[in-house]
């Protein structure tokens, strides 16, 4: 079954206040396994949505229109349906005695402009959830339509408890839909999706989405099948496919980000980590410090902007900085060693480089960064050169390191002595 | 001048991401009295595409799509362009020759597949910002079209670039317009707005639009007609009126963002900063460093989560951890001082609270944070109680301890000594 939403409401078009009803609403009908086409946005203007209305009744099988149910002038929908589908409206008995009902509990005296209120199209059947906004139902040739108030509190309940079930019970579909989302990093959409092409298990039961997430890819795959159970079973094949493919930029989905990877990772190692940043500017400690209990083994970090901090702070020696520069892989291996010995931590990961935009030089363009990473068996350098401006470049080192660690507690790694 | 927008993508039609270009795009028209009539998303299907194409084409002057494309098989924009409109694709020179620079530039060999980049249908014209992606007008009828990538990193920069000015000029009118937007914070949007009713200067030639934009609050001012000095004049006149009322809470508008305030404030006195985070985990190091030529006035930083790693780098003493905890007054004027002295800086900031979920007691809940700020004439602590989620509290204490520096570094300030 396939159908459209029409979401009313000029403060939507004005960018003043963002869409949640038809988000919700799209959401719901995909897990659903209801096929949603299109939604569409209007201001409150009985023509447009008049118009529109009528364009949906060719083309659509249901229609969901949230908003102007209300009592003011800029509540326009039930004058739009009756004015597109040519239905006089009627008040009806039902929606009158709930509105005095209302009226009374609040003690608000009757004013005969709250029987605007109970107006509808001649036909509709009232939605009624019982606590939260009524709305009202319509058939018109083959479309269903249903009328839905547009505040998200009373939109929301009243779509779950009585439109999501009569669409279900009209599409006669007992199909089960499984989604799950893939992050990658390392690896471009164009070079993810000739892989995927290459996969004989990816056949047309497999619906494939690619999200470009910077600095991470994105791949939703969603299947449907009347059984719940094979399809989880054919999500794990298709994940396990993906993962023989592309190794080790797969993030394992055990977790919903890199730095809450990593330290699951540290977590099942019982080891710590400091840090020691300079292009990247805090951006590492701030990452790992986003997961809830993150102290368990995060001991802390340096961001060590000037080579006296480099010195100071991590005994950089002095020597290393005059003969390779403060951008270096021994300047940065001696970073990653002095924060290892400083926080007394399992690991130590540094950073240095040049994020740009000024700085650069012919032999150490911008983008030029060198990681390093001391464990307990050693520590090894990295170079790298990212391309971006300043902020992509603190991105892209920040997550490169996190990587780097992410691989580093897998099994057969070189610097963790395992 | 009317028009709408057709965002596409799947993904939008699944509820699994949330539009950010329409409501983009909503704004900034809204802002420049361009009048959006309807928006309307769509998956990644050619034929729908194609069919809501011809639609706008009658009613619409002008039509924004974004989204589509790109390199793989969902991007499908230009072949329902080239569908709708009945017109064939060719290669486009410019677009090609930028594609070859940038493979080369990062040193990725050329292969076919990225030709289609460059296709587009006969009669478009590049729309190419310089730096990031391009898009492409096209005249059809009475109706200007304007496609734009989807990415919204690549698709906002372009549409204030090129899209807009067009738009304007197209407009016919003659009239200029001038915006600003104003950054507050410390007031909520609905306080904001009470204010702005009571000024006589806002009168019907004023635009005016609240934005709240976690942690701070937003105000657009948008003015038209004939004479942009006269609407200059009015502009500063109106920022003038709103300072008279807000005061300190109005971000001065030299600056982008509360880290570049504070470094431009930082580089006028000639002075230095260093940090010291506990709770904000690295966040406030990681926005001063997203400032260009940051290092000329950040020292560094230390990310101390441990109590061993305060008393170690930043020599708090143990006496004070033991008395008052390593969340208080005491601990925060300590770390202060000692990241001060350690860095040979100005001026030394720290933090030091509960960021959440746990770790919270009755007398210390989740969300009490010290702040401290040293400088040539001594330490100040302050606390604070901060409500919302783990990120929400860590943004909060990098946003209070930045903009208390900030307003530190105004005239007549108490530890500025001057």
Chains 1, 2 share one sequence.
């Not at 991105?395 to 490169?400: D, G, K, R």
């Amino acid at each position: 079954m396939h159908g459209e939403i029409i979401a009313t409401g000029t403060e939507l078009l004005t960018g003043r206040v963002a869409d949640l009803n038809a988000r919700y609403a799209a959401r719901r009908l995909h897990e659903s396994c209801l096929n949603l086409e299109r939604i569409t946005f209007l201001k409150d203007a009985a023509p447009q949505l008049a118009e529109t209305l009528l364009q949906s009744l060719g083309r659509s099988q249901f229609v969901i229109v949230t908003g102007g149910l209300g009592p003011t002038d800029d509540d326009i929908t039930v004058a739009a349906a009756s004015q597109a589908f040519q239905l006089r409206l009627v008040h009806d008995e039902h929606l009158l005695a709930r509105i005095r009902r209302c009226l009374a509990e609040r003690q608000i005296p009757w004013e005969d402009r709250y029987a605007r209120l109970a107006l509808v199209p001649e036909g509709a059947v009232i939605l009624d959830p019982g606590a939260a906004a009524c709305g009202f139902s319509l058939k018109q040739g083959q479309t269903w339509f249903f009328f839905l108030p547009g505040v998200p509190l009373e939109m929301q309940p009243l779509f779950d408890a009585l439109v999501l079930p009569a669409l279900l019970e009209l599409s006669g579909c007992r199909e089960c839909v499984e989604q799950c989302t893939l992050r990658l990093f390392g690896i471009t959409e164009s070079r993810l999706q000739e892989i995927i092409h290459q996969l004989a298990e990816f056949d047309q039961r497999v619906a494939v989405g690619y999200y470009p997430n910077f600095p991470e890819t994105h791949l939703s795959l969603t299947v449907r099948g009347p059984d719940r159970q094979a399809l989880q079973g054919l999500i794990a094949e298709l994940v396990e496919a993906v993962r023989a493919k592309v190794g080790d930029m797969l993030l394992e989905p055990e977790a919903e980000s890199l730095e809450e990877l990593v330290g699951l990772k540290l977590r099942r190692h019982g080891a710590s980590l400091a840090v020691a940043e300079s292009c990247s500017g805090g951006l590492i400690c701030h990452r790992l410090t986003n997961i809830p209990g993150s102290s368990d083994y995060f001991l802390g970090g340096v961001v060590t902007y000037s080579n006296h901090a480099k010195m100071d702070l991590l005994q950089v020696p002095p020597e290393t900085i005059g003969r390779t520069g403060a951008v270096s892989a021994d300047t940065a291996r001696a970073m990653a060693l002095g924060v290892q010995q400083r926080f007394h931590s399992t690991y130590g990961l540094a950073v240095t480089g040049i994020a740009g935009p000024g700085g650069g030089t012919p032999e150490k363009p911008v983008g030029t960064v060198h990681l390093a990473l001391a464990g307990p068996c050693g520590v090894e350098a990295r170079q790298h050169f990212f391309h971006g401006n300043r902020e992509m470049i603190k991105i892209l080192t920040a997550q490169t390191a996190l990587d780097w660690l992410r691989r580093e507690l897998q099994d057969g790694a070189s610097l963790s002595g395992h």
